[in-house]
């Protein structure tokens, strides 16, 4: 290993492998993980420590993969996505560094994208093009100018969300004086102060070698990727920039904030207020484990101590807490949802309230043991996971080494929670929790205000604020650099340069389609696996029959089991034996679609623990199914929480609402979908809301249809097949038949929300057109990384496009934090003439059919290996077929790529469509029945 020194070795025996470390004469570190994994990991992480809220290191993020010494094409990062292998492949900033990760379990193609990212960050060209399109740029309108830019625009939607302006603001009130006060991301009424010269002073200072962290995982040839890596650093930056991370002396703050709602909503019962307390520093790491312990201790579900005090009091709809544990001072943040500022003192007060009372009364040991137990059970399978688990590592390993603290820290956790374990006696929770409540230096209230406002308002005050003073021939000549660098940055895309590229080719690839081991037999579907003495089920109980409100609120049941007490225990004693035994669960409502009007309903409870706990943790589950009982006062409390993160889902992820509205007007799918998670639900829930006492009437009833012994239809376990002689206890009850329901309501309709951005989506069912096959899904790889990326990403400045093919035939184009929606559906409308007129290089179709053939072959975690065994079974997608589409890919051609021209022909004159957003826009799209506020 050449230039490098080796400093330590550690051994992880949570994960069972090793851990190295080396020092670069660069000054850089490198730590290696040795897995054994055939996934290979490679990341650079550098420091990277915020001095305002411009949001430089998330444009440099976005920036330094748009273009390098050795790889000087417009964006390599989108070359790679469309030409690699890959399992992972992103980049991330953080509020103290940023990271970029890729991943592959092909050696070369691992080679390819390492020396990629190495260029990026050590060699990236930072064209003032670049920075105006990433970053943000003063833009000629119909009407003036605007602002725009992806990560200006990605940071208003962001913003749209309730919980990140809470977090945020709890943030910058707890920790005036230091990083932690700004926002990473970038705030959109701060990014345009961000000068280009700024954004290249920001990456000579941070990214230099002395700076960073390296790291390799898997199994693989160390001298060999080490001597890659060290052609790279001789190059680069050795710059020794002193980085420091600033900490935040005594402060105690009560802080008002505002934040928008439309015009037309009741600002009544809309204050959301925060209380921020600083939970100790990050390096005393038992310290920050047993503050995660307590968290889950006092907030973990609606009979937790703190929440249920807070909810139950009738002065907010909901309550939930923040835990900030990535930085050098971690965090807690008690949040109260649909509250009145009036109530702050009165909040504040059963906040001490409760945590005196549990002080002086002691830590409730079994909640506690419970707790110790989950989390030891969830990190220790996580390690069954693949695809991302080594940015867990990274993130992990990168904060010890920036922080002090020994690598192995917080994995290594049995010491630590057998400690705890051992001093639930002796005052140790309680003093910890008088340490923070009341003995603590650092805390913050802050108050966020409703105001009226037009969604726009913040973003045409931005624009004002940087425009105003500027005479129309600057504004001009502004507009003119931005348009001018995107085309020189689109001009180096030449064939030499293009050339230059790492790819791989087809004979270094799998043709065949891997084999998966799946056994049905009757009801049982089993998947084999090796899972580290962890077993998964699945149970699927059938919904089909069951009218739409039924569906509704059986999704309301899947959200609340364990709020309720059942017929043999209050829901804290059960949520603590299911703690104990089940280690994870959940409930859903899923729908299997072979076809577009035919659609089968499910509740799947899925259930992962021990193999010794199996029988204890279905007996829990079983007692959960069929004896909770539900009580009018508690469904008051559960459903005024639902309808809180129902609204919250849709400012903070309108494209899932955009997607299944769009859908439901074409396909069976799309109308479930809108049942369990779109605006008939949220519209139930309110009704709901004002008759508590019909829920508990409808629910009881449900219980009784959905969970008798016939209605299971199928069990899915994978792992130890011995563990099927375990199953659930249910009562009678014939299994549930009928018909798919339909959309019965046919308007297109609209949903405009508080932000400057939108989510657009159109929908069309293709089945007589072109059926589906493997061709479908190696051109939609091909458009949205190609004609959808480069029109609304890199010259629209959204935050990300896409399109996507169902099996049963529905096509989804969509957009996301998209600040237009009119030129964004007339983008969608010249698919058509795109692929017509555009002559595609055998280049461009080997790289999409390598990507594509990623989505065949790359690993799964046991657990998702599971699941697509047996939804494929449910679904009728057999082991040949997937081989046939497989090979479908392998034979894509131009000829292929223009049959579907008649399927965008088509796509034009689609009625099937839904925007999430910006109000102002929906309304000059003009093609909306109805546009709705949310």
Request: charge should be negative; include cysteine; charged fraction near 25%.
């Amino acid at each position: 290993m050449k230039n490098f020194t080796f400093t330590s070795k550690v051994r992880f025996d949570s994960c069972g492998y090793d851990v190295y470390e080396y020092d670069h004469i660069s000054g850089a570190k490198l730590i290696y993980i040795d897995s054994g994994t055939e996934e290979k990991s490679f990341c650079a992480a550098f420091k990277t420590i915020p001095d305002d809220s411009t949001g430089v290191f998330h444009i440099l993020e976005h920036s330094v993969l748009d273009g390098s010494k050795n790889y000087p094409m417009n964006s390599p990062f989108l070359f790679m996505l469309k030409n690699s292998m890959n399992t992972f492949l992103n980049a991330m900033t953080f509020q103290g560094k940023t990271m970029y990760p890729c991943a592959s379990c092909n050696p070369d193609d691992f080679e390819n994208l390492m020396k990629v990212y190495l260029d990026a960050v050590f060699n990236p060209i930072l064209a003032e093009g670049t920075f105006l399109r990433e970053g943000w740029h003063i833009e000629k309108a119909e009407n003036g100018y605007d602002i725009k830019g992806v990560v200006y625009n990605e940071m208003q939607g962001a913003g749209a969300s309730i919980q990140r302006q809470l977090y945020a603001a709890m943030k910058a009130d707890l920790y005036p004086d230091t990083y932690q006060r700004h926002n990473s991301g970038g705030e959109p009424s701060v990014i345009p102060s961000l000068t280009y010269e700024n954004y290249l002073a920001a990456y000579r200072k941070y990214y230099s070698t002395a700076n960073c962290v390296l790291f390799l995982r898997g199994n693989m040839d160390l001298d060999r990727y080490t001597d890659i890596i060290d052609e790279w650093l001789a190059g680069a930056s050795q710059e020794r920039s002193e980085i420091k991370h600033t900490v935040q002396g005594a402060n105690h703050r009560v802080c008002e904030h505002e934040y928008p709602i439309s015009p037309s909503e009741d600002t009544k019962g809309k204050t959301n207020i925060i209380y921020g307390y600083s939970v100790g520093m990050y390096n005393d790491a038992e310290r920050q484990m047993a503050a995660d312990l307590l968290s889950l201790y006092l907030m973990d579900n609606s009979s937790s101590p703190l929440k249920k005090a807070l909810v139950t009091s009738g002065l907010m709809q909901d309550a939930d807490i923040y835990t900030a544990t990535d930085d050098i001072q971690t965090s807690w943040g008690f949040a109260a949802y649909n509250t009145e500022k009036e109530h702050r003192d009165a909040i504040k007060k059963i906040i001490d309230d409760t945590i005196q009372g549990i002080i002086d009364n002691g830590i409730d040991k079994e909640i506690m043991l419970a707790q110790i137990s989950a989390t030891s059970f969830r990190m220790k399978e996580q390690r069954n996971a693949v695809k991302g688990l080594c940015i867990y590592d990274f993130i992990n390993i990168v904060n010890n080494v920036f922080y002090g603290l020994p690598l192995n820290t917080y994995f290594e956790i049995d010491e630590t929670f057998e400690k705890f374990e051992r001093e639930l006696d002796n005052g140790y929770f309680e003093n910890l929790l008088r340490e923070i409540f009341f003995e603590n230096d650092i805390t913050a209230t802050s108050v966020l205000v409703p105001i009226q406002r037009e969604s726009n308002v913040a973003h045409l005050a931005n624009v004002e604020q940087y425009t105003a003073h500027l005479s129309n021939e600057v504004k001009d000549e502004a507009h003119q650099r931005f348009i001018d660098g995107t085309k020189l940055a689109m001009d180096r895309d030449t064939p030499e340069v293009v050339a230059k590229m790492p790819t791989l080719s087809l004979d270094k690839l799998t043709k065949e389609l891997p084999k998966k081991e799946f056994h049905v037999d009757d009801k049982v579907l089993y998947t084999p696996a090796e899972t580290n003495g962890v077993a998964y089920y699945r149970f699927y109980f059938s919904l089909a029959g069951l009218n739409a409100d039924e569906i509704m609120t059986v999704e309301l049941l899947s959200r609340s089991f364990g709020d309720f007490a059942t017929e043999n225990s209050a829901p804290t004693e059960l949520l603590n034996r299911l703690n104990r035994y089940a280690g994870k669960w959940n409930f859903a409502v899923t729908t299997i679609s072979p076809e577009m009007q035919k659609a089968d309903p499910y509740l799947v409870v899925g259930v992962a623990c021990l193999e010794k706990n199996a029988e204890k943790a279905l007996e829990i589950i079983s007692e959960l199914l069929i004896k909770t009982v539900y009580d009018e006062e508690t469904a008051k409390t559960i459903l005024a929480r639902e309808l809180n993160n129902t609204r919250m889902q849709f400012m903070g992820n309108g494209v899932g609402l955009a997607l299944n509205t769009s859908e439901s007007l074409i396909s069976a799918s799309g109308y479930y979908s809108t049942l369990t998670g779109g605006y008939p639900l949220f519209k139930k829930i309110q009704e709901y809301a004002e008759a508590p006492a019909t829920f508990c009437e409808n629910a009881k009833s449900l219980l009784a249809k959905v969970f008798g012994a016939e209605n299971l239809c199928y069990t899915g376990l994978t792992g130890n097949k011995d563990l099927l002689s375990y199953t659930l206890t249910l009562g009678e009850g014939a299994k549930l038949e009928g018909a798919t329901l339909t959309n019965p309501d046919t308007k297109k309709a609209a949903y405009a929300i508080p932000a400057g951005i939108s989510f657009n989506v159109r929908s069309l069912d293709i089945n007589d057109i072109l059926p589906y096959s493997g061709k479908h899904i190696a051109l939609s790889n091909l458009l949205s990384l190609g004609y959808l990326w480069h029109n609304i990403r890199e010259v629209g400045g959204a935050y990300g496009t896409g399109l996507r093919f169902a099996r049963r035939g529905a096509m989804n184009v969509y957009s996301y934090r998209d600040p237009k929606v009119q030129e964004t559906y007339e983008i969608y409308d010249n698919i058509a003439n795109y692929l017509a007129t555009n002559e595609f290089t055998d280049g461009e179709i080997l790289g999409c059919i390598i990507s594509t053939l990623a989505d065949f072959v790359n690993p799964k975690s046991v657990e998702q290996e599971g699941i697509e065994n047996e939804i494929s079974y449910l679904a009728g997608y057999t082991y040949e077929e997937r081989a046939k589409h497989m090979a479908d890919v392998l034979s894509f051609s131009r000829e292929d790529i223009k049959s579907f021209i008649p399927v965008f022909e088509a796509f034009k004159n689609s009625k099937a469509e839904c925007s999430v957003g910006n109000g102002n826009n929906q309304t000059a799209y003009g093609k909306f029945d109805e546009i709705i506020n949310l």
